[in-house]
């Protein structure tokens, strides 16, 4: 049982490249999400899913876009990414209005 | 929207201290709150979830407390040890359980 994976676990863009970060998880939850965080920031909601094939906009969804077309699968897409993007991207997963787990997180830097 | 913070921003305690960690949010409508645990450069670890219908929930040397209706929790930790060194995060949930995040406590604990 490995919880919620991320991959990759770093990556170094330059600006305007693409690139998708992957989240599955294993523990059959039905809602996924995916948040970055920032110094001062604190964690912030990009975009989630309440099932396979929804997805909806969260608290900073501008720049990104997300597809969940399995259920143990939830996609983070940067179609143009840009400095302001530098973060670090953590998805997780949950029951319906249960707990959250996390996975380890993928550290992005766009130059 | 959720707003939620926490205070302080940073504490310091001697070991075998007890100590509290105190986390307000702004709309008192939701069903949970979560405790996490951070160590540098790592992902979330998920210490305790509170229903709303609870009003505190234990583990260990860890013990949670909600008070919905004044927009309260707080994390109590008892004879706190080296390894208690982290940065704590709560994050209370709105709508489809997207999670609303303080900016955390840092907590050092010297030996």
């Known amino acids: 049982n490995a919880g919620v994976t991320q991959t990759p676990k770093f990556r170094v863009l330059k600006t305007g490249q693409s690139m998708t970060l992957l989240c599955a998880q294993d523990m059959n939850h039905e809602y996924m999400y995916w948040y970055r965080q920032d110094p001062g920031m604190g964690l912030r909601l990009i975009h989630y899913?309440?099932?396979?094939?929804?997805?909806a906009k969260g608290e900073v969804p501008d720049g990104y876009n997300v597809s969940r077309l399995k259920k143990q699968n939830f996609l983070l897409g940067l179609e143009s990414a840009a400095p302001s993007q530098t973060s670090v991207y953590f998805c997780?997963?949950?029951?319906?209005?249960?707990?959250?787990?996390f996975g380890p997180g993928t550290r992005l830097t766009v130059t | 929207k959720q707003e939620v913070t926490q205070i302080p921003a940073a504490l310091s305690v001697p070991e075998g201290e007890n100590l509290v960690l105190n986390c307000s949010f702004t709309d008192s409508a939701i069903y949970n709150l979560q405790w996490f645990r951070q160590d540098p450069g790592k992902g979330l670890t998920s210490l305790l979830l509170?229903?709303?219908?609870?009003r505190e929930q234990t583990s260990g040397r860890l013990n949670a407390s909600l008070d919905k209706s004044s927009g309260r929790s707080t994390l109590y930790i008892a004879a706190s040890q080296p390894g208690d060194s982290a940065t704590y995060l709560c994050a209370a949930p709105t709508g489809a359980n997207n999670l609303f995040f303080g900016t955390g406590t840092r907590l050092t604990v010297i030996p």
């Open positions: 997780a997963s949950s029951w319906i209005a249960g707990e959250q787990y």
């Open positions: 899913s309440v099932g396979e094939g929804t997805t």
């Open positions: 509170i229903q709303s219908s609870q």
